[in-house]
């Protein structure tokens, strides 16, 4: 997909899920066009560096070793701190203090992995928001949902879409009677920006009721940059979810889902019923990927023609993405314009 910005926008991205970087293990990871490396230390805390040891070159994330709170380069053992400081040599007495590696700040939200991007290496300018108390209205207790991994959570990888591509969703209500066939077609009844973050709310008309304003659900959402957005849902449903899009390099993302699904009064297992786990399949888990049959194959169209419901929220939503590039496009995408 050619755009006419980066694929390098600042921001939180997810990466993956908790379960999935056990303690003591190294995993490569590649994001952003960068070669990455994942461990989580003897301490149970987690640390995504630069990959490849400043020494000779070796990536740690393939035969690397975990050493306390240290990577350890399986080439010739240097050990690398979660500050990406050299902190030993195993064959000399000091280590060599000038050597560092980038580190990459990364925060665990209930089993969920996000990353701090940004293009020049800076720190954190913000806060990922919590999937809870972000909306305080509806009950914040996490004990009272399943977990999301890995019964109600779902990865595409290296798919040709752009994390803006994804973002043009959220003022879009009309897609979802073409798209995901929905019998009654929702709408976006207010959004607003706030501080960093691009907050709608959509609703979906009772059917059974003749009062257009009656709704059956809501949803509300807040995207966190153009990482993606989590979203509260209030009526005929009642979980939370996040939906996340990464980008691996300058033609393709990641993307994950999870669905936070409130309990079965009582249930206090790991593992959600069986009824539960096909409605939720049923329902929300099949339908996830039906945008992508759309997205992998469109054309960004930088002055488009909008339709008069929808020419507003789309031109604002577009103003508000602008924040997060901060450097110029490259390869393709300078030279869609």
């Known amino acids: 997909m050619k755009v006419p910005f980066t694929w390098k926008?600042?921001?939180?991205?997810?990466?993956?899920?908790?379960?999935?970087?056990?303690?003591?293990?190294?995993?490569?990871?590649?994001?952003?066009?960068?070669?990455?490396?994942?461990?989580?230390?003897?301490?149970?805390?987690?640390h995504v560096l630069q990959a490849h040891c400043r020494h000779l070159g070796a990536h740690l994330g393939h035969g690397g070793k975990v050493n306390g709170d240290c990577i350890e380069c399986p080439f010739h053992g240097w050990g690398w701190g979660p500050d990406g400081r050299n902190r030993y040599i195993p064959y000399q007495d000091r280590p060599n203090r000038a050597a560092q590696l980038r580190v990459w700040p990364v925060r665990e939200q209930y089993d969920c992995v996000f990353l701090w991007h940004h293009p020049d290496g800076e720190p954190p300018r913000w806060e990922m928001p919590d999937i809870f108390t972000s909306f305080p209205q509806f009950d914040t207790d996490p004990a009272n949902y399943y977990s999301p991994y890995p019964e109600f959570s779902r990865r595409a990888e290296r798919e040709p879409v752009h994390p803006q591509i994804v973002a043009e969703n959220g003022p879009d209500s009309v897609h979802f009677q073409y798209v995901h066939r929905a019998t009654v077609r929702p709408v976006v009844l207010d959004w607003r920006i706030?501080?960093?973050?691009?907050?709608?709310?959509?609703?979906w008309p009772d059917a059974r009721s003749d009062d257009p304003d009656k709704m059956a659900l809501r949803i509300h959402s807040h995207m966190f940059g153009l990482g993606g957005a989590i979203s509260a849902f209030e009526g005929s449903s009642n979980h939370r979810l996040i939906f996340a899009v990464t980008p691996v390099d300058d033609t393709c993302s990641n993307m994950f889902y999870s669905i936070w699904w409130?309990?079965?009064?009582?249930?206090?297992?790991?593992?959600p019923p069986d009824d539960v786990r096909a409605r939720v399949e049923k329902e929300f888990l099949i339908s996830v990927w039906d945008d992508l049959d759309i997205w992998r194959y469109q054309e960004y169209i930088e002055h488009p023609t909008h339709a008069t419901v929808d020419a507003r929220a789309y031109v604002e939503l577009r103003r508000w993405a602008t924040q997060f590039y901060e450097v110029p496009?490259?390869?393709?995408?300078?030279?869609?314009r």
Do not use: K, N
Request: no cysteine.
């Open 329 to 336: 496009p490259t390869g393709d995408a300078a030279t869609a």
């Open 194 to 203: 706030v501080d960093r973050e691009w907050r709608f709310l959509t609703g």
């Open 262 to 271: 409130p309990r079965v009064p009582g249930d206090d297992g790991d593992v």
């Open 9 to 46: 926008p600042t921001g939180w991205y997810m990466i993956g899920w908790s379960p999935e970087f056990p303690t003591g293990q190294a995993r490569p990871l590649r994001y952003f066009g960068e070669d990455l490396v994942a461990y989580r230390d003897d301490h149970g805390d987690l």
